[in-house]
């Protein structure tokens, strides 16, 4: 391609834009201030390259032409690739092309497909465990919320820590089943606030007037039994009834 030719009109905003790009030169970089033409400009590529219909998003009723011309044919969808730079989550599979040495962009197209295969596996596992596979909010999304990450960090973060832990107390219970609209609506109710501060209050008086307990003692995690087959320790909620 020697020459691109490009008409735009009434594009995301775009009133009118018409130039023709020489590639003597190899590469051009566009400078423009913020909000006048760069990002309507890349949407209307982007719209091409996808087969998308392109439009005036503020006044959809006026008539949209776009025009991109290589050397005077219509400019080939799979020529084009654009990178969405505010899009941090952004992937494509015509990024590798970005590549020029064919061994690395095998290695590079090879390691995705890993990733890809160990990420189905790994959201096919944590759905059945957690019971998430009936929200809107996908398994990814509801760790990185959860955790204050973003989901690969956070897996990484937690990864030797789950791996050599045994299992946790009230792993057993699904994440869907707490973590509804109407519970959380309950446990954000002052009842329950209260409720749950009588709670601590009265766990941190009998650990602190205790000679036994201390408070690292888990007494969920109690199993010693008197003669009679009941529990040696008893819990503040035992204490509270």
């Known amino acids: 391609m020697k020459k691109l030719n490009i008409e735009l009109t009434h594009c995301y905003g775009i009133k ?3 130039h023709v790009f020489d ?4 590469t051009f970089a566009i400078y423009a201030p913020n909000g006048v033409m760069k990002t309507s400009f890349a949407r209307a590529l982007d719209d091409l390259s996808t087969g998308s219909e392109t439009k005036d998003l503020a006044f959809p009723y006026r008539d949209t032409t776009v025009t991109f011309l290589a050397d005077d044919n219509e400019l080939p969808a799979e020529n084009v690739f654009v990178i969405q730079s505010y899009d941090a989550k952004f992937k494509s599979e015509k990024i590798s092309t ?7 962009k095998g290695k590079y197209d090879q390691t995705h497909k890993e990733i890809d295969k160990a990420l189905a596996s790994f959201t096919k596992s944590m759905k059945k465990q957690s019971g998430v596979s ?3 909010e996908s398994v990814e999304a509801t760790i990185a919320r959860v955790f204050g990450t973003d989901f690969y960090s956070c897996i990484l973060e937690f990864e030797e820590s789950v791996s050599h832990s045994e299992p946790q107390p009230f792993s057993d ?11 959380i609506t309950f446990l954000n109710t002052k ?6 501060n009588d ?8 650990v602190a007037e205790s000679p036994i307990l201390r408070n690292e003692f888990k007494f969920h995690n109690a199993d010693e039994t008197d003669h009679l087959g009941q529990p040696s320790f008893m819990s503040p909620l035992d204490y509270m009834n």
């Open 16 to 18: 009118n834009l018409a």
């Open 23 to 26: 590639f003597r030169n190899r």
């Open 98 to 104: 970005l590549l020029a040495n064919q061994q690395l």
């Open 134 to 136: 009936g929200r809107k």
């Open 173 to 183: 219970i699904k994440y869907n089943e707490i973590f509804k609209d109407k519970i």
């Open 191 to 196: 009842d329950f606030k209260t409720l749950i």
């Open 199 to 206: 709670y601590i209050e009265k766990y941190d008086q009998l």
